[in-house]
């Protein structure tokens, strides 16, 4: 009997250092993920990026090829001293633009099938990587919080560019859903929002997303990502995205697969709730998991031509 629980005590033991460990790999992966985690161009193109949270390859129908005949103009902008990696591709007589935010562990080229839709659609399009991702030489990314005033710096780009009555359309997707409602916080220019998978507080999410990568239970993830982002000058408690929500009246278009592992659909149900627009829409895509709705392109184009017909 002694033997067991001395056993049993020196597995308790190891467990908590490695949950600890964990903990302290993955909010620092969250914040400052190292270069083996940043993707380039190539591994998005080819799909051999995975897409956090995910068994399975995505955008495996985006036409690269094509892509790569856009006019495109690359630039940068800068915010705070960081530089903010972009490209401008127009459209003849464009309604407006849509300046769009990829997810986690992706880069701006994860945001070309998106792109197509909007480009089909009438609109020129602004792809742009966001914090420690792609191209950037930022110290640290914010999950949300430093990418939203990003956001308004290429708004006020594309104000420059395009003219100031141009309409501003905001797309996100996972983590830059949360850019893009966050920068509403920050901006009276943005006309419409389309936030995909978006988890309505950043603390929660980014427990969602360590935990959907390395799934055990574990006691120290929260208090060891809100160290990190205190430590780093941020404050991920305070960094809601259902606040701004709640808190502006841009119409705002919610997507949401029913079938999330990363983030809950709950999430995206209380966006809705805080979302008083009349022309705020939740669409649920049944069975699709996190950031897989565009698989359903037919639906997915459809459904965004609908939100933006007023323009």
Not at 163 to 180: E, N, P, Y
Not at 264 to 276: G, L, N, P, T, Y
Request: with cysteine.
């Amino acid at each position: 009997m002694k033997i067991v629980i001395i056993i049993l005590l020196i597995v308790i033991v190891l467990y908590f250092i490695f949950t600890y460990g964990i903990a302290k790999f993955m909010a620092n992966l969250i914040f400052a993920p190292p270069q083996m985690f940043r993707p380039t161009r190539e591994m998005v193109v080819n799909n051999t990026v995975k897409e956090f949270a995910s068994n399975h390859y995505i955008y495996s129908d985006t036409n690269y090829q094509e892509y790569d005949k856009w006019e495109t103009e690359k630039f940068q902008c800068i915010n705070d001293g960081v530089e903010i990696p972009a490209e401008y591709h127009p459209v003849e007589n464009a309604r407006g633009c849509v300046i769009l935010a990829h997810g986690f562990g992706q880069n701006r080229y994860a945001a070309v099938p998106y792109a197509e839709i909007f480009r089909k659609l009438g609109f020129s399009t602004v792809l742009f990587d966001e914090r420690c991702f792609g191209e950037s030489k930022a110290p640290n990314g914010g999950f949300g919080e430093l990418e939203a005033t990003d956001i308004v710096t290429l708004i006020h780009w594309v104000k420059e560019k395009c003219g100031k009555d141009t309409k501003i359309v905001l797309h996100g997707v996972s983590m830059g859903a949360m850019s893009s409602m966050n920068a509403l916080q920050y901006s009276d220019e943005i006309d419409y929002v389309i936030e995909d998978c978006g988890p309505a507080r950043a603390c929660r999410g980014a427990v969602f997303v360590a935990n959907s990568m390395i799934p055990v239970p574990n006691p120290f993830m929260k208090m060891m990502i809100k160290r990190k982002s205190n430590k780093l000058g941020l404050n991920i408690e305070g960094n809601n995205p259902v606040d701004a929500v709640r808190n502006s009246n841009v119409p705002i278009m919610i997507i949401h697969g029913g079938a999330d592992r990363a983030v809950s659909v709950e999430d995206a149900k209380e966006i809705r709730k805080a979302a008083h627009n009349p022309k705020a829409r939740l669409e649920i895509f049944l069975g699709r998991d996190h950031a897989y709705s565009i698989c359903d392109r037919e639906k997915y184009e459809h459904i965004v031509e609908e939100f933006l017909k007023d323009i």
